[in-house]
């Protein structure tokens, strides 16, 4: 007799369409995406389209009956129904139709949704995909999509700002069998490259592990949509630009010939951003004369990037040359910048930069190792823009000239080019420039001139007027500004909070500033690590730690935040400042064990604690930590020591050594002290001389000490002495000679 299969489990109840329950946590994925899929066994499909779903591995019970049953009938007319939706571009019809399916639809039916879903680019659509995502894999059936669907997905994720859900497809999708487009995983990496915390770091991670696919494949029209392009390259190259990275940048660099691949006037850009962060200004005009050179399609964005390094440079100088070169519509700009930069290069900071990238530069700019006799002419004159003089008054500002930043916003509205006219970002940095002078009633004059002129006020001018209230403690008239943007349709966003709640802590406001963490909360913008972290510093500058733990605590379950080393160091201090060093020892602990190493801050708060809670002893493990890692060498594969090399600063040394004075620990004071001195920190030694005489001038002088008394403290003695004679006070060893003693203590002659 043949035996059933069990009976088929009761079908999913349908997710409802309403908007509170289909909108989903938006990083809902990225905790799932580690993706847990099986293990790829089929080869890797490239673009691949929705299969049949009768012929897919979840249909794992065999249909015994004759014809098929009325539920199979159902679900192939709801199919239909929804691939007639989807063709028709209704997207919002076939969205409704999918939440009222019991079961999943076909794999062409869920790819063409998921992709019509993501193509509209909106936060309402893409929560919707992502939640078919979320449903597939709790169902284990993410196989039913296409490369298609999820490199939409990845792309539109990406626009909207969750960069780490898109990483998250795209590594899914190599992990599945699945080789996205690069206009998928490009962005990406462009994204990731441009973003802080270790987005860089995983930008260039992500980039090999395409790249490393693609040369799996011997067919190299198999993978041509994958391979990456110079767009591709360029965003990897930020990336390695952003970390100063200039070794990374070369192998990179040489690495695009062998995909066929040619630099353009942005890969250029992106070196001389490199420059910059090598403190290479001599090179940058040696980047703009390989583009000439090599007669790479030129860019006016290139002449941007080099008034803009200059600028970091803080040469002004070259730049005022730069641009007033461009106003007389001359092409010898090369000319102008070897006489400027010749003129004014540190030979010094050359040779050091030199030592630490090598011969990097000279491979990346032959041409700089044997210049040119005659400077290369542009291809035309370029005329400076109002980008060009933004960027030139921004340098105006950083040297807090202010009057010469008025003066050319008066100089621009005066040209008869309207590309030179100020636009929105030029009245921004006048008002930047005033608020750092704290002339508020100009900054607001400013304001409202470009209501009156027609510019358009964006969020960045509110948020820059907003920080000048704060800092000139004027709460209220920051609220007022608040509600002003919103009357004037600008919704303020997680950046506008996070100024007012470090406005709060600047008043004393602890109440303040979590009433505004609630509120942009409430509004549905999502706190940022610095709203946590700047939250935390209000608990902790009112002591109030246990708090600021709960709102750590919280961070740390955020998976859209990445706790940082600040984050930790803000709760190491909250209960270190009250001398709780034992909770504060656990937080370290946990710091470790999570991955992120202590690091002078977080060892100064330490001893900070230590010191209030008067425990000494404590203070000498701390030192014992922090001599090991001063010590360590990179270079040492041999050092079993797991923690990084530390640079210690003059804070840390000098609390430490501060305890071990008044301790008498004599001998770990001298070891400080020569820390402070290899590291090129002058000691205090006014201060430690006044601890001595307070605290320990008529120590060793008792005359009825036994002799067994005397025995032990005679390590001390000499430690004592030792720390005298640094301190030049009245020691044993002035007035006489001495030796060394067979028992190795030392006597006079």
């Known amino acids: 007799m043949t035996t059933l299969p069990p009976p088929l489990p009761p079908p999913q109840p349908p997710p409802t369409t309403t908007t509170t329950t289909t909108t989903l946590n938006s990083y809902s994925l990225f905790h799932a995406l580690s993706l847990h899929l099986p293990k790829p066994i089929r080869q890797f499909r490239l673009h691949s389209s929705a299969t049949n779903p009768t012929s897919s591995s979840s249909s794992s019970v065999p249909d015994l009956s004759v014809f098929p049953s009325a539920a199979a009938q159902l679900d192939s007319t709801n199919d239909q129904q929804l691939l007639f939706l989807l063709r028709q571009r209704k997207t919002e019809q076939a969205w409704i139709k999918y939440t009222q399916s019991p079961n999943l639809p076909t794999p062409t039916c869920l ?95 992500l980039f090999t592990l395409v790249t490393q696919r693609v040369r799996s494949f011997q067919d190299d029209d198999v993978v041509k949509d994958s391979r990456p392009d110079t767009a591709a390259y360029n965003s990897v190259l930020n990336a390695c630009a952003n970390l100063g990275d200039g070794k990374k940048f070369l192998q990179l660099f040489d690495e695009m010939c062998s995909f066929s691949v040619e630099p353009d006037a942005w890969t250029y850009n992106v070196m001389i951003k490199l420059c910059a962060r090598a403190e290479r200004k001599d090179l940058l005009v040696f980047v703009l004369e390989r583009i000439l050179e090599k007669e790479i399609p ?33 092409r010898d700009i090369c000319k102008v910048l070897r006489e400027s930069t010749f003129k004014n290069s540190d030979e010094n900071l050359n040779s050091i ?14 041409n700089s190792v044997k210049p040119s006799d005659e400077p290369p002419l542009l291809p035309k004159p370029y005329k400076p823009d109002s980008r060009i003089y933004t960027t030139l008054m921004k340098g105006y500002m950083k ?109 004393d406001d602890g109440a ?20 946590y972290t700047t939250l935390m510093k209000a608990f902790v500058v009112s002591n ?104 210690p600063d003059e804070g840390l040394l000098d609390a430490l050594a501060d305890i071990c004075v008044r301790a008498t620990f004599f001998q770990k004071a001298l070891e400080i002290v020569a820390c402070m001195e290899e590291n090129g920190i002058a000691p205090n030694k006014t ?63």
């Not at 030129?298 to 040469?315: E, K, M, N, P, R």
């Not at 930069?353 to 032959?366: H, M, N, Q």
């Not at 510019?455 to 800092?471: A, E, S």
Request: proline fraction near 4%.
């Open 111 to 205: 790819s063409r949704l998921v992709s019509q879903l993501s193509y509209q680019n909106t936060k309402t659509s893409l929560t919707r995909a992502q939640s078919i995502i979320t449903r597939l894999r709790n169902e284990r059936q993410l196989h039913r999509l296409d490369a298609n669907s999820l490199g939409l997905l990845a792309a539109s994720a990406t626009k909207l700002g969750q960069t780490l859900y898109a990483s998250a497809i795209i590594k899914s999708m190599l992990r599945s069998g699945y080789l996205p487009h690069v206009k998928a995983w490009s962005p990406v990496v462009s994204s990731l490259a441009s973003s802080g915390d270790d987005g860089p770091v995983e930008a260039i991670k």
């Open 544 to 647: 109030q730690p246990k708090l600021a733990h709960k709102i750590f605590d919280e961070m740390f379950k955020d998976p859209r935040v990445k706790v940082d080393i600040i984050a930790w160091n803000m709760l190491v201090e909250g209960y270190c400042r009250l001398g709780y060093i034992e909770a504060g020892k656990k937080i370290i602990e946990s710091m470790k064990e999570n991955g992120v190493y202590p690091n002078v801050s977080t060892y100064g708060s330490l001893a900070n604690g230590i010191a209030l809670a008067r425990k000494p002893g404590e203070a000498l493990l701390l030192w014992k930590e922090v001599k090991e890692r001063c010590f360590t060498k990179k270079e040492d594969n041999l050092n079993p020591n797991p923690l990084p090399p530390l640079k």
């Open 399 to 507: 040297v807090c000239r202010v009057n010469d930043t008025i003066r050319m916003l008066e100089a621009m509205r005066m040209q008869d080019d309207k590309s030179s006219h100020p636009d929105h970002v030029t009245y921004t940095t006048v008002i930047s420039a005033l608020v750092r002078t704290g002339s508020m009633d100009k900054a607001r004059q400013v304001l409202n001139e470009m209501s009156r002129v027609g510019v358009p006020v964006n969020k960045i001018t509110y948020n820059i007027l907003l920080k000048g209230y704060c800092q000139q403690l004027q709460i209220d008239e920051a609220e007022k500004l608040l509600n002003e943007m919103s009357a004037d349709g600008i919704q303020p966003d997680v950046v506008s909070y996070n100024i007012l709640i470090d406005g709060c802590i600047l008043v």
């Open 687 to 749: 201060k430690y001389k006044k601890i001595y005489v307070e605290m320990h001038s008529r120590m060793f002088t008792s005359k009825h000490a036994s002799q067994a008394r005397q025995d032990r403290r005679r390590d001390r003695k000499r430690a004592a002495e030792a720390f005298k004679f640094w301190l030049g006070l009245p020691n044993s060893y002035y007035g006489s000679e001495w030796r060394l003693e067979p028992d190795g203590d030392y006597a006079s002659s």
């Open 512 to 531: 303040g500033a979590l009433t505004f963490f609630n509120e942009m909360r409430t509004k549905g913008i999502a706190p940022t690590k610095i709203s």
């Open 298 to 330: 030129f860019c006016v964005t290139t002449l941007y990037s080099l008034v803009a390094a200059y600028i970091g440079f803080c040469d002004l100088e070259t730049a005022e040359k730069m641009v007033q070169a461009m106003r007389e519509e001359r």
């Open 353 to 366: 930069s030199s030592r630490k990238y090598g011969d990097v530069f000279e491979k990346l700019l032959p």
